[in-house]
């Protein structure tokens, strides 16, 4: 029985103790001003710095017990629980407005002493530098939630709002309120107050820059490429051995156009041998295949001369009777045609 008693009472312990360890997690670092000379007073009409924690759950949280601190040597790892606690200032019990209700806030005076009130802390925050901050558990081991804050102009804070923190000005300002972005207000406002130190802004700009400046590149490489390319193609179209050839294309073509009619005007013709067409035609080719002709006009003539080449009359006449009537003609038969 003992020991029954004393797992449930273990497990009891280990649940409250992770619950309270998840119930802290829901308590959020939400706005922050450190130079406060408009902005809301204290009991004793003071300006003093303030810090609101948000509570993000549905059900309420008592934050007594936690720490905040603005010094970073806390993050040593190495640094005993004690040590740690020694540099943080304790958020008190004996408050009720400690017991943050769900989705409310609570202001915490900075530069202040606990003596002075229960939202009192005397955590050291500097007016118009950059300054850590850090909300720890009540344990002072586990860091809940931390933000670094921008050295800030009188009466802006610096606020959570969607999860990103923003440059709010005077007139924007909500302590213990919801933190929003004004509707109403510019883009280029909207725009300070998500870059209130202009990195985004140097880092957008030298992007569009180097961005142009490759486009310009990729253009006159691909621009380049293509001239050249241009440039090659005319300087093969215009190259020596082109022309020869297309010439010689051409000029075919027309030789033998022509030689179809020669061709066909020879078949007409009674008493004309084929072949002597073919020769010559054979013949004529074979020139202009060898340059013969290279700077005629490529057009073929043929006319018929007489050479008595084959004159059987006059060249064998120790063949025949040396008697020959006057009135004999020997038979004429065409020649071979001359090529010009």
């Not at 008693?5 to 992770?18: D, I, K, Q």
Request: aromatic share 8%; glycine share 6%; net charge negative.
């Amino acid at each position: 029985m003992n020991k029954l008693r004393l797992l449930l009472g273990s497990l009891l312990l280990t649940t409250s103790a992770v619950m309270f360890g998840q119930g802290a997690k829901n308590i959020q670092l939400s706005e922050v001003l450190t130079n406060n000379e408009a902005s809301i007073t204290d009991e004793y009409g003071r300006h003093n710095a303030w810090i609101e924690l948000a509570n993000t759950s549905f059900s309420t949280y008592n934050v007594r017990g936690m720490y905040l601190t603005t010094d970073r040597s806390v993050l040593d790892k190495k640094m005993s629980a004690p040590e740690r606690i020694s540099r943080m200032s304790l958020i008190p019990s004996g408050e009720a407005r400690t017991s943050i209700g769900a989705r409310q806030h609570l202001v915490f005076f900075c530069n202040s002493t606990p003596a002075e009130g229960k939202l009192h802390l005397s955590l050291s925050v500097p007016m118009s530098e950059p300054v850590w901050i850090a909300l720890y558990n009540g344990n002072g081991v586990e860091l809940i939630d931390s933000v670094t804050v921008p050295a800030l102009a009188l009466d802006q804070s610096y606020a959570r709002v969607d999860g990103r923190w923003y440059v709010k000005q005077p007139e924007a300002v909500t302590p213990g309120m919801e933190n929003f972005i004004e509707a109403n207000a510019s883009k280029i406002d909207q725009f300070k107050d998500r870059d209130p130190h202009g990195f985004a802004m140097a880092l957008m700009a030298m992007g569009i820059v180097f961005l142009c400046l490759a486009l310009l590149w990729l253009f006159f490489t691909v621009f380049g490429l293509v001239m050249n390319h241009v440039e090659t193609a005319k300087k093969v179209a215009n190259a020596q051995p082109i022309k020869p050839i297309t010439k010689t294309v051409e000029k075919t073509i027309e030789m033998g156009h022509r030689t179809s009619n020669v061709l066909q005007e020879g078949f007409d013709k009674r008493g004309i041998d084929m072949e002597v067409y073919m020769a010559v035609i054979g013949m004529a080719l074979r020139q202009y295949e060898d340059d013969v002709h290279d700077v005629e006009s490529g057009v073929i003539t043929i006319k018929s001369k007489d050479t008595d080449w084959d004159d059987e009359y006059s060249l064998m006449t120790h063949w025949h009777d040396p008697f020959i009537p006057s009135d004999h003609k020997a038979p004429h038969i065409p020649t071979a045609p001359e090529l010009h």
